[in-house]
């Protein structure tokens, strides 16, 4: 893509690229772990909760208070605390000590770290890159996390396999370290003068700019609906995987590529002719495709049938993720951004809760059938919000 000839764009990208394969290889890995040490589905959910915890808590504050410092600077803060993190856990695990709380802290400590680098470090690029390249900086962030959904679960399962979490945390130190080194390189640019304003006001303004706009009020409920009953079926595919397709840490992996898979023909097919008129619609049936076909994954017996399925969802994934990041682009002004970027963080702060209800139907009825329960929670609460906002459901008139 031509935005990657723009020196900021191609190093805060680079440094995204790492941050979103780990992101994706610790999900499925410490959920591989969590189900080795212990059996339970619970225990499995409890390390996605635990990383999704901190944006229900700081999603809001995180997007304000980044208004108030230099951007490059807070990134690499963020990128070296992290890599501190994993270099501590590598180190429990070479001697022998590593142990499941530990496992949970770091994937919150992981979630701390996103709170801030996914808004600060997209909005950075978005605005790097031009307000006239926007569509194309965001498909091409977009375009990588779903690149990252595919590599990063394929490389956890066969670090799992092969070195244990052992080689997951060196992987981890190596690349978070390396984003650093690309980051500092970006030229630096001045706090938002609206970082001004109390954390209050701040939050307040990004609130306001919500509900004046049907269209972002559609896309924060849909985002809530997406993290409560979509996203937590991670949770419980480990489980599913193991116990319904009879699948070790390798293959379960390679199961986990479908989504992301999908996810890129899907982005690329969005990216070679976005339409703004068609940008709510992308996003709406989007989000309902995605659930369809988790609702379907639950009910699959075999590895044949699951992975096309997991590629449906993918393309559906790919309306919704892409969508989620471009409609606040094209319909806010810069200064709104971030803020508005901090609601979206809440509304994604969600999952934790998404992922308790993931491992209690995964206790109670299974991998499979939590799953569909999941899936088709998710389908009627997505068809509700299209009905409520019809902007989601059929194009802008011009």
């Known amino acids: ?98 142990r499941l709380w530990q496992v949970l802290l770091l994937a919150f400590v992981a979630g701390v770290f996103w709170c801030v680098e996914i808004p600060v470090r997209r909005t950075f690029m978005a605005e790097a890159g031009g307000a006239e390249r926007a569509t194309l ?5 977009m375009l990588t996390t779903h690149l990252t959904r595919l590599l990063g679960p394929a490389l956890g399962g066969a670090l799992i396999a092969g070195t244990g979490l052992g080689g997951v945390f060196a992987l981890g130190v ?7 080194l690309l980051i500092a390189r970006v030229p630096r640019v001045p706090a938002a003068a609206a970082g001004r304003q109390s954390l209050a006001a701040a939050l307040a303004d990004g609130v306001r ?6 269209r972002l009020m559609a896309l924060i409920v849909i985002t809530l609906v997406f993290n409560l009953f979509g996203l937590p079926y991670l949770g419980l595919l480990p489980v599913f995987a193991a116990r319904r397709l009879e699948l070790g840490p390798l ?109 209690t139907l995964g206790d109670r009825l299974g991998g499979g059938p939590g799953i569909t329960a999941l899936g088709a929670v998710g389908l009627l609460a997505t068809a509700a919000v299209l009905w409520r906002w019809p902007a989601m459901a059929r194009p802008a008139r011009a």
Do not use: C, K, N
């Open 1 to 98: 893509m031509a935005v990657l000839r723009l020196p900021a764009v191609r190093h805060l990208w680079l440094a995204g690229v790492g941050a979103g394969v780990m992101r994706w290889l610790e999900v499925l890995a410490f959920g591989l772990y969590a189900l080795d040490a212990t059996g339970s589905p619970l225990a499995v959910a409890l390390t996605s909760f635990a990383r999704f915890l901190p944006l229900l808590l700081l999603g809001a504050p995180a997007g304000a208070l980044a208004e108030r410092m230099e951007p490059g600077r807070l990134l690499v803060a963020a990128y070296l605390a992290l890599a501190a993190a994993e270099a501590l856990a590598g180190g429990a695990a070479l001697l022998g000590g590593l």
């Open 137 to 141: 900086t965001m498909g091409l962030e």
């Open 174 to 180: 190596l690349l978070y370290l390396s984003g650093a």
């Open 251 to 359: 293959g379960t992996g390679l199961l986990a590529t479908g989504e992301g898979v999908g996810a890129l023909v899907g982005t690329l097919a969005i990216l070679a002719r976005p339409r703004p008129a068609w940008f709510g619609p992308v996003f709406g049936w989007g989000t309902a495709l995605f659930f369809a076909a988790v609702t379907a994954l639950g009910l699959t017996p075999a590895v044949a049938v699951a992975y096309p399925v997991l590629l449906v969802a993918g393309l559906g994934m790919a309306g919704f993720s892409i969508m989620q990041a471009t409609l606040p682009l094209a319909v806010l002004p810069p200064g709104m951004r971030v803020r508005v970027a901090g609601v979206v963080m809440v509304a994604i702060g969600s999952a934790p809760l998404g992922f308790l209800l993931a491992g």
């Open 209 to 214: 700019a919500v509900r004046r706009d049907p």
